[in-house]
């Protein structure tokens, strides 16, 4: 898996390529210092996950996430001192965040989800985020084709968990609970985990967004 690594610190960096070299799946292909070198490497590089900082000169990391959608997964590495910064990040696109205090880890697991298409918050600020980004928007009901073991999905969605997690919680397979994502966002007409899970908000038809069955999971979404 090709790797992009954007940040305006060279330490940074190279911190950040240390931890992904210890990873053989993993291949640093390039590095950036600003939101626009960024999207020039990354069409002439073509990576598959690019780590991307948020506060840069030049263009920052969400404008850099906004033209880079759709070509490759972004995962957001940041202090996280600015959370309409980070909401602006998800919106553009970005397929999850991380702090840069995270574990090696976790950085790890969260460019291997990317690469997959699948999310990852980081377990700090996962329910931060679903209280203020999600709940406030105008109350809704569900669509009244979904399953009960949908809306089931729907609530651990709601809750960012994984899917792992969700065919722990579930006593399914993993394939399974893919599927069954899968169809909740056709049935509910998005695109993202995190959009069906602002609709199960504003429906009033999740959980405690904090809640959570394995606490040592690294809270992939």
Known sequence: MKVLIVDDHATVRMGIRLVLQAAEDLEVIGEAADGRSAISMARA???DVVLMDLRMPVLDGIEATKALHGSCSVVVLTTFDDDEYLFGALQAGAHGFLLKSAQPQAIIMAVR???????????QVTSRVLARAL?????????DGLT?????????????????????????????VKTHVSQVL??????????????????????SPGRRDDPADPGRP
């Open 45 to 47: 590089l073509a990576p």
């Open 186 to 207: 056709a049935k509910l007409g998005v695109s993202s985990r995190l959009q069906a899970a602002r609709i199960a908000f504003a429906a009033g038809a999740t959980s």
């Open 113 to 123: 989800a990317a690469g997959r298409g699948e999310s990852m918050l980081d377990p």
């Open 135 to 143: 709940a406030p928007e105008p109350a809704g009901a569900l669509p």
């Open 148 to 176: 009960t073991r949908e809306r089931e999905v729907l609530d651990g969605l709601a809750q960012g968990l994984s899917n792992p997690q969700l065919a722990r919680r579930l006593g399914i397979g993993h394939s399974t």
